[in-house]
């Protein structure tokens, strides 16, 4: 199963360098999305209150995710789909694009978090902290929208339903990130992030298992 779920992420990875337009494309949202809000606010932008810059930062996270992950499964064919399932795991090929859509979002997180702190000035008092929930939200976006961009796929790759499935799930963790975010902001110690932190580990491992046990069931369909 290892040696499957290497393979599949080693795939996704060289169509997505053959496929260069479409992380171009994403990082081109990001940097649009970016600039887009400081023109909106000008020269204001010094007087941007913490919590307005950490709530803006992560509203733009929110879309690059919902972008980023629904491309893994619905840029790919229905054909592929069934070619797939004749050689692969249907629990290594869900973990494979879990890790994958994980390290994308860590990557574009990294990339979103230098560019606006570049534009919109950095207000972070606890870097460390803040790129570690930067690394934390990626993977908890990846893994929640993982098996709703799968559900999304097979209902026709409609948006739309991956928005609205995503929704519910997205939310909880994303009041989590946003408290702890908020506290590097304010330079606050680090202990008093830990319960927030354990437990957006502990709803990750939840959302994976669910994940793991689940899409089989999909997969058949």
Do not use: H
Request: charged residues 10%; aromatic residues 14%.
């Amino acid at each position: 199963m290892l040696a499957q779920i290497l393979a599949l992420i080693k795939k996704d990875l060289t169509l997505e360098w053959r496929q260069k337009y479409a992380f171009g494309g994403i990082l081109l949202y990001v940097g649009g999305a970016i600039f887009i809000c400081y023109l909106s606010i000008g020269v204001r932008t010094s007087q941007l209150s913490p919590s307005t810059w950490n709530a803006i930062f992560w509203i733009i996270m929110l879309f690059i995710s919902i972008n980023a992950v629904s491309k893994s499964f619905f840029q790919e064919r229905q054909q592929r789909f069934i070619y797939y399932y004749t050689i692969a795991n249907p629990q290594a090929f869900i973990i494979s694009k879990i890790i994958y859509n994980g390290i994308l979002m860590i990557f574009l997180g990294i990339i979103a978090f230098g560019f606006y702190t570049l534009v919109m000035e950095n207000r972070v008092e606890d870097n460390m902290l803040f790129i570690l929930n930067i690394l934390l939200a990626s993977i908890s976006f990846a893994s929640s929208l993982t098996m709703i961009s799968a559900i999304a796929a097979k209902a026709g790759n409609n948006a739309t339903l991956m928005a609205i499935l995503g929704f519910p799930v997205i939310l909880p963790l994303l009041l989590l990130i946003i408290k702890i975010s908020k506290a590097a902001m304010d330079g606050l110690d680090r202990s008093l992030s830990i319960d927030e932190i354990a437990i957006v580990l502990s709803i990750n491992v939840i959302i994976i298992t669910v994940t793991y046990l689940l899409f089989p069931y999909l997969w058949r369909s």
